[in-house]
């Protein structure tokens, strides 16, 4: 293993997959090894050859690394090998800022646990509190949770006390975990679990504000372990960067057209948009269209939500469009294609969208459709990503061809969206929210509160 310091002391590594090294000479337990093999996991990835010993020797960790990257398994294995020396519930708990990761995560506890009858929990909005409740009370040794209903819980049940004893508490996503918006919940949650754990935290775009965190422990033993992959270019090598610029009133026929293009027909295909509403427009378009699709968006309920993603996880259909509910940390590998509708103005947000694709060391294609109001976004993009997108050529004279059925289609799903009063329950909400002015009090209070701590 090729380890060197930069300024931070992080341990740099530049391939994801190329390691002799076993999972034995990481440490772990024959049995784990065992669930690696039926998972047809051989060799540990960079971020776990990293992370797995220090956490195994009790630090606590952060972890920075391309998403796709194996992350999940850096921080589930040895949680595992913890637990099953010593099992109790709640051992370990998990947070992560969206519901459809949350299963993802307990997905990857539950294959690998198999063999200790592990019991895991996933505690998300949008689902029964009380069947969750009861899940609670029978003691998950692993709890993986979304913030705001696990503060739900903590504020209506008796959950407390089950936390209060955990060992690991894990931050997925700390990136978008440690923003505002999640602020005055995990003040919440801190107060909640014991002060003497192992905290583990993971993201796919590493900040400043998270390096700093190590230097709020003075004393140096007991400093976390940061790991960092080194590279200058936030995408994977495997990923092909693709743009096609076009005016703007026309990007729903090249949109269609690269669907139905010969290179991309068959390709399973993430789209991306800005808004709710474009997504679930897009959606009913290629539907009238004949291109078999789903959306992933949070005007749908839980349910909606779930069935959606495996419908498409099952190759049912072979389009989602969603909305950046989807684009983070989303495991899919079948994916080959990601397709920006709307370019995001975080270049981070492009980072981790385009990172649905290209996963585990695969190929895959990343396409974002520019007009002239995205120039200087995508210039940050690619200032961020060091790494220029080449130019996607389309036959145009094809894309005028159908320009007549696109915009009738496009006619029928804005009709559609009219006739059903899409967004409507959100916009109450929003307008619920402005009166009561909630959302700049929660911002206030959460201030206040990290000030405080
Ligand atoms: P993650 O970064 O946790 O989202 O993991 C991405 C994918 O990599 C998942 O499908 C894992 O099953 C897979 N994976 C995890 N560890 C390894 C490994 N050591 N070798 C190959 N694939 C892996």
């Not at 003040?187 to 679990?193: G, H, R, V, Y």
């Not at 002060?195 to 422990?217: G, H, N, P, Y």
């Not at 749908?300 to 069935?307: D, T, V």
């Amino acid at each position: 293993m090729t380890l060197s310091n930069n300024k931070y002391g992080i341990s740099l590594e530049s391939e994801e997959f190329n390691s002799l090294k076993t999972f034995e000479e990481l440490g772990l337990n024959p049995w784990l090894i065992d669930a690696l093999k039926a998972m047809s996991i051989k060799f540990p990835s960079a971020i776990q050859r990293a992370c797995i010993p220090p956490i195994l020797k009790g630090k606590d960790c952060i972890g920075g690394a391309k998403t796709g990257s194996g992350k999940t398994a850096a921080f589930a294995l040895p949680i595992l090998q913890k637990l099953s020396e010593d099992p109790f519930g709640v051992f370990a708990l998990v947070l992560t800022p969206t519901r459809e990761l949350a299963f993802q995560i307990a997905d990857q506890f539950r294959v690998l646990g198999k063999s200790i009858n592990l019991k895991e929990c996933v505690v998300v909005g949008g689902l029964d509190m009380m069947s969750q409740s009861l899940q609670l009370s029978r003691k998950p040794h692993v709890v993986i949770a979304t913030p705001g209903r696990l503060v739900d819980h903590i504020n209506s049940s008796a959950i407390a006390p089950c936390l209060s004893r955990i060992r690991f508490l894990v931050l997925d996503e700390a990136d978008r975990l440690l923003s505002d918006t999640f602020a005055e919940d995990l003040a919440t949650i801190f107060d909640t679990i014991p002060k003497k754990r192992q905290t583990l935290l993971f993201t796919a775009t590493m900040t400043e504000s998270i390096l700093q965190l190590q230097d709020v422990q003075e004393d140096p033993g007991k400093k976390p372990f940061v790991y960092q992959m080194k590279s200058d270019i936030s995408t994977v090598s495997t990923l092909s960067q693709f743009y096609v610029f076009i005016p703007s009133h026309i990007r729903e026929p090249y949109l269609t057209h690269l669907l139905r293009s010969e290179e991309l027909t068959n390709k399973s295909t993430i789209i991306f948009c800005g808004r709710c509403r474009t997504a679930e427009l897009l959606r009913v378009m290629l539907v009238e269209l004949d291109i078999r699709c789903t959306s992933l968006h949070s005007t749908m309920s839980q349910k909606e939500r779930l069935n959606s993603l495996g419908k498409f996880k099952a190759e049912i259909v072979r389009v989602l469009i969603a909305t950046d509910v989807g684009s983070r940390g989303l495991d899919i590998p079948t994916v080959q294609l990601v397709i920006n509708f709307d370019i995001p103005r975080d270049p981070t947000d492009y980072i981790h969208r385009v990172g649905r694709t290209a996963r585990a060391g695969r190929g895959g294609i990343a396409l974002s459709i520019v007009t002239e109001r995205d120039i200087e976004l995508v210039q940050n993009i690619e200032t961020r990503i060091n790494k220029k997108m080449e130019e996607w050529k389309i036959n145009e004279n094809k894309v005028l061809e159908s320009l007549n059925e696109i915009s009738t289609a496009k006619r029928v799903a804005t009709m559609h969206l009219h006739d059903t009063n899409f967004g409507a329950s959100k916009e109450i909400q929003k307008k619920k929210h402005s009166i009561l002015g909630t959302e700049s009090t929660k911002n206030v209070i959460s201030k206040k509160k990290f000030k405080k701590k």
